[in-house]
Each structure stands twice: as structure tokens, then as C-alpha cells.
């Protein structure tokens, strides 16, 4: 992973109070954390920091759509995502961030890098299976739904012996 540094936020220097930050997540945020699921993606990211006396209040958001295959067909479309995602931020003897909702940051540290937290953000806001909307509601045309319906529309004969089993174990229950 690289070094993102426009991801950094120096908090020293901010005054107590709320701060809001903006970040805009193309295909090469996560080509730096290598990570290629997707094709293409357009994200915009909300930050609102709330600086307090000794910890940081961080509330992210995310909205935008990313350019997945579908997990039946193969076909690329575009999948609206979005996420939240809180952390507090507290001081510490050292760095700690075993829970996913508190992060402790050595004391001394001037500034934090985000990059890490959208990128989880964004990856876990992802359904695990993502299916064209075409797919959905019939209107997508593809060689692939075409060859699974002729294996649906299949049917295989049984065996003249399994049939008459078949028949013997019926007419059984109907007894």
C-alpha cells in the first residue's frame, strides 16, 4: 500500500469543535491498496471530525456507485454503494486497534491517515453476491442467461426402473 498522503489529518492543529473533510474515491485508491474487484468506481467520501479535549469523534459516510461483474453473468453494471462507519479516537501509551470502534493512537501522534477506514468502509458496505439488475427483472440479454435457461429447460428422462420405485414407494403412502 502506498503512502496516501492527502489522507492524512493533522489534528494538532485543529481548533475543538466539528470539522468536516472530503475525499473523492476513484479506481486508483484502491489500485494503491491493490485491490482490483473492481473496474471502476466514482465515491464521494463525508468526514465530520469532532475534536474534544482528549479523543476525536470521526463519522464517515460514503455514497457513489462502483463497476462490478455479476456474479451470475459476468456482465459489468453499476452498483450503488454506501456506508457509515464511526471510530473514536483516544490517546494511549501506544497504538491499539483490536476494536473496531475505538482506535488508540500513541500519545504525541500529530496526525491520523484515514485511507485505511474508507477503504474498509467501502469494501464491507459490498454485498457479498452482486447480481445484474437485469438479471432481476428479465430485461438483460446475454449469452450466458440464454445457455443456463436451455440447461433449465432440460429435463432429464428417469429411468424406466427408478419410475416404477418411484411408483411402488406412492402408491405406499397412499395405502
Keep these: 500500500m502506498k503512502d496516501l498522503k492527502e489522507f492524512n489529518i493533522s489534528f494538532v492543529g485543529l481548533k475543538l469543535g466539528k470539522h468536516k473533510f472530503e475525499y473523492q474515491i476513484d ?17 464521494k467520501v463525508v468526514l465530520n471530525l469532532e475534536k474534544k479535549g482528549n479523543m476525536l469523534n470521526l463519522e464517515f459516510s460514503s455514497k457513489g456507485n462502483i463497476t462490478v461483474a455479476c456474479d451470475v453473468t459476468n456482465e459489468p453494471f453499476d452498483l450503488a454503494v454506501k456506508g457509515n ?7 494511549g501509551d501506544e497504538f491499539n486497534n483490536d476494536n473496531e470502534e475505538l482506535l488508540i ?5 500529530f496526525e491520523l491517515n484515514v485511507a485505511q477506514l474508507i477503504f474498509e468502509m467501502i469494501v464491507l458496505s459490498i454485498p457479498t453476491k452482486r447480481i445484474h439488475p437485469g438479471v432481476e427483472d428479465g430485461t438483460l440479454e446475454s449469452d ?7 440447461y433449465k429447460e ?4 428417469i429411468d424406466p426402473r427408478w419410475a416404477k420405485l418411484k411408483e411402488i414407494q406412492t402408491n405406499k403412502n397412499i395405502e
Excluded at 462507519?85 to 490517546?91: A, D, E, G, R, Y
Excluded at 432440460?154 to 428422462?157: D, N, S, V
Design 154 to 157: 432440460k429435463k432429464t428422462e
Design 27 to 43: 479506481k486508483k485508491f484502491f489500485e494503491d491498496f491493490q485491490y482490483d474487484e473492481f473496474q471502476d468506481s466514482a465515491i
Design 144 to 150: 450466458v442467461l440464454r445457455k443456463l435457461e436451455e
Design 105 to 109: 493512537l500513541p500519545h504525541g501522534t
Design 85 to 91: 462507519l464511526s471510530i473514536i479516537v483516544k490517546f
